[in-house]
């Protein structure tokens, strides 16, 4: 067979301009800013890869389900559609809506996990950590030693470590530990996979314990896909197949739709413990709407039901995944360090690695981002010391283990083009690295600081 590009499996039907602001513009809008791209209005951008949650394209089939969307307040025909595509799905036997996956977290941590709680996962994504911490619990990270190092190149570097499982369940003791949690993918370790033989093991200490198994669902299609790609036996099982073994092994989930579910909102929680549901269904009267809704409209559990069952689609996942790892493939071998192997939503950058002379108090991977906006108003998102160095008394901080930038894919958004243009803008910063300085904060917020920090240059 000659070699054929894996090209975008969809023909565009609708367009969003991208506004093409010129250097002189996008200076002014980061002094506006204070240097924070998350100060920036969204046409000041050229290429959006801040997040790839919400920000995706809905295909036709979506938009003509909105059409039929049932806005009934109980009951609705859109629920029955949406719960019977989890089910088949997930096999859970109880399915609640949410308007997103943080609302998901806090329903079941709510009426599951209480203080004095350690709830270990590979590891725990910014907001289920704060819904764990925020019932007096810690949130603990038991990912494989190689998932946090960026250069390893693993094909599940977001396996659990089963041995430093065992030993927080003893050292804690069974009884404070009210659940295991699995990231699939690994998001907060650079979107990298969970194998199925991982997750076997996670269930039999799970069985060995008596403890349930909930996964963060928020990208289960990408990890089916990189189980087809990367483990043992699955190469000739269907991306569907795969993801019901991984449910199967779990007793329930919580979901981001605005990820793998290819809706620009909700999300869900689906568990098989009926009495745990009737509790977390009684939450969700109070703060998200009537089970049958759970905060979200007809029409987006109609764009929900249709999104997870076109995301499992082999064509899709094989361009989505090929995607993310062409534009890694590009910047690493122009030089650029990078979290290798590529992850499957993101690609992230080495800012430690590329800008050696900033010392972590001026922030290299804010300076990187910034220098991407300003050089082809590129917008990533820095997970460095802003976002999770940890401020001390004395004005000082305590640096984080890793500088990088994401460079996150919105799903079915951006064409090829789009990613070799991000590419040259990411290979033009890389060759002027000695040239980029650091940054100091001038403002910040005594919490979550890095989304309203302002910054200045060094
Ligand atoms: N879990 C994971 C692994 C996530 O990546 C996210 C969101 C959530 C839970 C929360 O879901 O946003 O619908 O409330 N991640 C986005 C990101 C925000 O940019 O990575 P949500």
């Given at each position: 067979?000659?070699?054929?590009?894996?090209?975008?499996?969809?023909?565009?039907?609708?367009?969003?301009?991208?506004?093409?602001?010129?250097?002189?513009?996008?200076?002014?809008?980061?002094?506006?800013?204070?240097?924070?791209?998350?100060?920036?209005?969204?046409?000041?951008?050229i290429i959006d890869l801040l997040t790839d949650s919400g920000t995706g394209a809905m295909s036709a089939q979506q938009w003509a389900g909105m059409m039929l969307g049932d806005e009934s307040y109980a009951g609705a025909r859109s629920f029955f559609k949406f719960e019977k595509t989890v089910k088949d799905i997930t096999g859970f036997s109880e399915v609640i809506p949410?308007?997103?996956?943080?609302?998901?977290?806090?329903?079941?941590?709510?009426?599951?996990?209480?203080?004095?709680?350690?709830?270990?996962?590979?590891?725990?994504?910014?907001?289920?950590?704060?819904?764990?911490?925020?019932?007096?619990?810690?949130?603990?990270?038991?990912?494989?030693?190689?998932?946090?190092?960026?250069?390893?190149?693993?094909?599940?570097?977001?396996?659990?470590?089963?041995?430093?499982?065992?030993?927080?369940?003893?050292?804690?003791?069974?009884?404070?530990?009210?659940?295991?949690?699995?990231?699939?993918?690994?998001?907060?370790?650079?979107?990298?996979?969970?194998?199925?033989?991982?997750?076997?093991?996670?269930?039999?200490?799970?069985?060995?314990?008596?403890?349930?198994?909930?996964?963060?669902?928020?990208?289960?299609?990408?990890?089916?896909?990189?189980?087809?790609?990367?483990?043992?036996?699955?190469?000739?099982?269907?991306?569907?197949?795969?993801?019901?073994?991984?449910?199967?092994?779990?007793?329930?989930?919580?979901?981001?739709?605005?990820?793998?579910?290819?809706?620009?909102?909700?999300?869900?929680?689906?568990?098989?413990?009926?009495?745990?549901?009737?509790?977390?269904?009684?939450?969700?009267?109070?703060?998200?709407?009537?089970?049958?809704?759970?905060?979200?409209?007809?029409y987006d559990l109609e764009a929900i039901a249709v999104g997870l069952n076109e995301v499992l689609d082999e064509n899709y996942l094989r361009y989505r995944i090929r995607s993310t790892e062409y534009?890694?493939?590009?910047?690493?071998?122009?030089?650029?360090?990078?979290?290798?192997?590529?992850?499957?939503?993101?690609?992230?950058?080495?800012?430690?690695?590329?800008?050696?002379?900033?010392?972590?108090?001026?922030?290299?991977?804010?300076?990187?981002?910034?220098?991407?906006?300003?050089?082809?108003?590129?917008?990533?998102?820095?997970?460095?010391?802003?976002?999770?160095?940890?401020?001390?008394?004395?004005?000082?901080?305590?640096?984080?283990?890793?500088?990088?930038?994401?460079?996150?894919?919105?799903?079915?958004?951006?064409?090829?083009?789009?990613?070799?243009?991000?590419?040259?803008?990411?290979?033009?910063?890389?060759?002027?690295?000695?040239?980029?300085?650091?940054?100091?904060?001038?403002?910040?917020?005594?919490?979550?600081?890095?989304?309203?920090?302002?910054?200045?240059?060094?």
């Amino acid at each position: 067979m000659p070699h054929r590009s894996i090209i975008e499996p969809f023909r565009i039907k609708s367009v969003q301009a991208i506004d093409l602001p010129s250097v002189e513009e996008r200076e002014q809008a980061l002094q506006r800013a204070g240097y924070n791209l998350f100060g920036l209005h969204a046409d000041e951008v050229i290429i959006d890869l801040l997040t790839d949650s919400g920000t995706g394209a809905m295909s036709a089939q979506q938009w003509a389900g909105m059409m039929l969307g049932d806005e009934s307040y109980a009951g609705a025909r859109s629920f029955f559609k949406f719960e019977k595509t989890v089910k088949d799905i997930t096999g859970f036997s109880e399915v609640i809506p949410t308007h997103q996956g943080r609302a998901a977290e806090r329903i079941l941590f709510a009426n599951a996990v209480k203080e004095g709680d350690v709830v270990p996962s590979n590891t725990h994504f910014d907001t289920t950590r704060a819904n764990v911490e925020y019932q007096g619990a810690e949130a603990r990270d038991l990912v494989i030693a190689e998932g946090t190092d960026p250069a390893k190149v693993l094909p599940f570097k977001g396996n659990v470590d089963i041995t430093a499982l065992r030993a927080t369940i003893d050292d804690v003791g069974v009884e404070r530990i009210p659940m295991v949690m699995v990231t699939v993918t690994n998001n907060s370790g650079g979107g990298q996979p969970v194998s199925m033989a991982n997750l076997r093991d996670v269930r039999a200490v799970c069985d060995e314990y008596s403890l349930p198994l909930i996964l963060d669902a928020c990208r289960f299609a990408e990890n089916a896909w990189f189980i087809k790609l990367r483990e043992h036996g699955y190469e000739d099982r269907t991306p569907r197949e795969i993801a019901q073994e991984m449910f199967s092994l779990a007793d329930g989930c919580t979901m981001s739709a605005k990820k793998d579910g290819l809706a620009n909102i909700g999300g869900f929680v689906a568990l098989n413990n009926a009495e745990l549901a009737a509790k977390c269904r009684n939450l969700l009267i109070l703060t998200e709407g009537f089970p049958t809704y759970g905060g979200l409209a007809g029409y987006d559990l109609e764009a929900i039901a249709v999104g997870l069952n076109e995301v499992l689609d082999e064509n899709y996942l094989r361009y989505r995944i090929r995607s993310t790892e062409y534009l890694a493939e590009k910047v690493y071998a122009a030089g650029v360090p990078i979290v290798r192997p590529a992850g499957g939503h993101a690609v992230y950058l080495d800012a430690k690695g590329l800008l050696p002379h900033i010392p972590p108090e001026q922030y290299p991977a804010q300076a990187l981002a910034v220098e991407l906006y300003r050089n082809g108003g590129v917008r990533g998102v820095e997970i460095g010391s802003v976002m999770f160095g940890k401020p001390q008394p004395d004005g000082t901080d305590i640096p984080a283990a890793m500088e990088l930038v994401r460079l996150a894919i919105p799903r079915r958004t951006y064409t090829q083009s789009h990613i070799d243009f991000v590419a040259e803008v990411v290979i033009d910063v890389a060759m002027g690295a000695a040239e980029i300085g650091g940054y100091r904060i001038t403002e910040q917020a005594p919490w979550l600081r890095h989304f309203t920090a302002r910054f200045e240059p060094v």
